[in-house]
């Protein structure tokens, strides 16, 4: 059972991996708009598509595809910590079902972890991979795989040739307070010798179109604006081609990471203690750590949608030329 955000299906990376070397054969059952994720995941076997929606219980839905998946599978590990998730195992009757307490599941989960306390919260790979029963899980990184015929296709399809642009990801599901301003993506984007491709969801097309418009207004065409324009394996195969990616900490931040493309990662309200881009090749700018900013942010990590306190300095602070300076480093 995975997780229904594309960051968290890419930190599950490692336990699948983990379960796979130890010999057991893994079916994913995913969100629609997360599948592709686990198909860029070679230890995956099978990825089962899940007919709901966000919200609500769904149970009838839930009662017909455990109806259809009923004695497939002697294992269920379910990753998400709604009571709701990890009702489909328990209807299919899958006879291990491992998971975090949370939403009063003990009833629904045979074998079950304890939620660390929310201060002492491991980082999430470690968490997600902890469901294992393995120690040493401080070492995990995930990694994603997308065949290169898939990814040449789909530059075709795009019009894009490998390390030919960068990718900026400038959106953040979880709200304004994890995004960096517009018009510092488009200061950067106008200083890039490459053209940058604007990768998101329909919900973001009008900021990245914000970005393109006001970058394309100082040097004609620099930027691309794809948002809701690609489906998520397209978007998966143009980062896994890009020279580099600059994104806030978000879902296609965590993709990017995976694939060990050259990286630049924003933090505002998030901290990169708990949910880091696990790279060798990520720059990471947060103000928290910058011993240099002054007053410091002791409101950091403040984890909320929008600012408290109605400054957002964790973000409007970062200058166009830090990150252009992280980008080139």
């Given at each position: 059972m995975a997780p229904q955000w594309i960051g968290d299906a890419v930190m599950t990376e490692p336990l699948l991996r983990r379960l796979h070397a130890r010999g057991e054969q893994l079916t994913v059952g995913a969100l629609p708009w997360v599948a592709p994720v686990y198909r860029a995941m070679p230890q995956v076997h099978e990825v089962i598509e899940f007919p709901f929606a966000h919200g609500g219980l769904q149970f009838k839905?839930?009662?017909a595809l455990a109806r259809r998946i009923k004695g497939r599978f002697d294992t269920a590990y379910v990753l998400p910590n709604s009571l709701k998730s990890a009702l489909l195992p328990l209807l299919a009757g899958i006879p291990k079902r491992v998971g975090y307490l949370g939403e009063a599941r003990i009833g629904l989960?045979?074998?079950?972890?304890k939620n660390p306390a929310k201060g002492q919260r491991p980082p999430m790979v470690a968490f997600y991979s902890a469901l294992s029963g393995e120690t040493g899980l401080e070492a995990d990184r995930p990694q994603l795989h997308m065949p290169a015929d898939l990814v040449e296709r789909s530059l075709a399809e795009l019009g894009l040739r490998r390390g030919g642009f960068h990718v900026f990801a400038?959106?953040?599901e979880y709200g304004p307070a994890?995004?960096?301003?517009a018009q510092n993506?488009?200061?950067v984007a106008q200083e890039l010798l490459l053209p940058v491709l604007l990768l998101g969801s329909g919900k973001e097309s009008a900021l990245c179109e914000e970005i393109a418009g006001a970058a394309n207004a100082r040097r004609p065409g620099v930027c691309i604006n794809l948002a809701g324009k690609t489906s998520l394996i397209q978007a998966l195969c143009a980062i896994a081609a890009a020279k580099s990616v600059v994104s806030n900490d978000s879902g296609l931040m965590h993709v990017a990471a995976a694939f060990g493309v050259p990286q630049v990662a924003i933090f505002g309200s998030s901290s990169p203690l708990h949910t880091p881009p696990l790279n060798t090749q990520a720059s990471v700018v947060w103000l928290k750590n910058d011993t240099s900013y002054q007053p410091p942010l002791?409101?950091?990590p403040c984890f909320a949608r929008e600012c408290p306190l109605g400054h957002t300095r964790c973000l409007n602070d970062i200058s166009a030329e830090r990150v252009l300076q992280a980008l080139r480093a």
């Open positions: 839905a839930r009662r989960l045979t074998h079950r972890l400038p959106g953040a994890k995004r960096w301003p993506f488009s200061a002791d409101c950091a």
